[in-house]
């Protein structure tokens, strides 16, 4: 079994913020994989469902972001779970937007809902990190996660969701290259042959044979 958390602030006053970006993966997830209905339990909200073979909990901490390894070591404890079998979606700053990285273990980089699961996990959990690019000045970041993502940003954002959810099995089957490649089928599909680009490409022309032919046979053959 595995537990996927999403890491988000509760409430529609946060649903659009960069910050809720996990949220976000795993609504994907549950509406396109027939999940169960969220429920209220361990200090947040739970969806239950398959994922190929897994059998997979989704979970959205509602104690805010700086508290949500509280409500994770709540569902790790009641499902005896490891910290190997969670994996957390998170947005990342250090990412350009769009991009989607897989990693298990490591530090936190300073995000404090990472920071949180650190407290209460320790260090050996899976992440899925989600690119939504920096604001440019670390006082700046504050307002940055807390805000609405740009209408400029909903064509990418729907791609990189789909593309998550489209590799979603597997991520459960531990398949982390096959997951990223299905991600990087919709955030960047391979260009089509009759795509606008394509179209405007001068066709190949092979080039004449070389004249071998000497003068005089030129001028003969001018005459025929």
């Known amino acids: 079994m595995k537990l996927w958390v999403g890491l988000g ?17 795993l609504d994907r997830i549950a509406a396109d994989h027939g999940f169960g209905p969220w429920k209220k339990v361990h200090q947040g909200q739970v969806s239950e469902g398959r994922l190929g073979a897994e059998k997979v909990v989704l979970l959205k901490p509602e104690t805010f972001m700086n508290l949500s390894g509280q409500s994770v070591r709540s569902a790790v404890d009641f499902w005896k779970l490891t910290a190997a079998d969670v994996t957390v979606f998170h947005d990342e700053l250090d990412l350009a937007p769009g991009k989607c990285r897989v990693k298990q273990g490591g530090g936190h980089a300073g995000h404090n809902g990472l920071r949180s699961i650190h407290g209460h996990l320790g260090e050996a959990y899976g992440r899925v990190r989600l690119g939504i690019g920096h604001p440019g000045h670390k006082d700046a970041v504050a307002a940055y996660v807390l805000h609405d993502f740009a209408k400029a940003d909903q064509d990418w954002l729907d791609d990189l969701l789909r593309g998550i959810s489209d590799g979603a099995v597997a991520l459960a089957e531990g398949d982390g290259t096959r997951f ?4 990087s089928l919709r955030v960047a599909p391979p260009r089509s042959s009759t795509s606008p680009a394509a179209k405007t490409e001068k066709p190949v022309v092979a080039e004449p044979a070389p004249d071998t032919r000497s003068a005089m046979q030129k001028l003969m053959d001018k005459f025929r």
């Open 9 to 25: 602030n509760p409430g529609a006053k946060y649903a659009g913020n960069r910050h809720n970006i996990g949220f976000m993966a």
């Open 180 to 183: 990223l490649n299905a991600v």
